[in-house]
């Protein structure tokens, strides 16, 4: 009996994938693996951005949240990054008619301000950014066939983050799905 709990603790498995929970062929793992395919990624890792002063009106903030979300897409097993200001930039590209290419952040306080009125009151404006424009969100899909890889980058990442980000006027913190399945593996460890 004791060889077979031995050999059974050997067999033992414990990761952020929760996908291996799951049958192999089973509609639930089936539908997740195309969701990954379709959209990039069903797992999310979350920042909260808090910038003073209706820090997220000030285009040097806006810029420094851009730079993050490109960083970003560059660690392991992040597809994607989400913000208000890929909103800001599609408005930029419209208003300033130019289709072929990418719009721009805005330069002043007072156009992000105009940018933003055009977004109040539609849901994405309303989940990404607070009315005083001192929070907002940012997300980062991730496979979850990925997650396990990305989980264990997490903690360097905060480390970067907390080096090359965060400053007097802005502070990233990191949530989300992921992070919170890596703490759980820690811990389970």
Not at 50 to 79: F, S
Not at 94 to 101: G, I
Not at 113 to 138: H, K, M, P, T, V
Request: aromatic letters at 6%; hydrophobic letters at 40%.
């Amino acid at each position: 009996c004791l060889a077979i709990a031995a050999w059974g603790f050997g067999q033992l498995e414990v990761g952020v994938n929760s996908l291996h929970y799951l049958r192999d062929g089973g509609s639930v793992r089936t539908d997740t693996e195309a969701i990954d395919q379709a959209l990039g990624g069903s797992a999310t890792i979350e920042f909260l951005i808090e910038a003073p002063n209706a820090g997220l009106k000030d285009p040097i903030i806006l810029k420094q949240i851009d730079e993050l979300g490109e960083w970003l897409t560059e660690q392991p097993g992040i597809v994607r990054s989400l913000s208000p200001l890929d909103n800001l930039k599609e408005i930029d590209r419209v208003l300033n008619q130019r289709e072929t290419q990418p719009g721009q952040l805005p330069e002043s306080r007072a156009v992000a301000a105009q940018l933003y009125l055009l977004l109040e009151g539609s849901e994405d404006f309303e989940s990404s950014i607070q009315d005083n424009y001192e929070l907002g969100r940012l997300t980062a899909t991730v496979k979850m066939t990925q997650a396990h890889i990305t989980s264990r980058a997490i903690p360097s990442m905060e480390a970067s983050i907390a080096e090359r980000f965060n400053n007097t006027d802005m502070h990233i913190s990191m949530t989300g799905f992921v992070k919170l399945m890596g703490e759980m593996e820690a811990y389970l460890l």
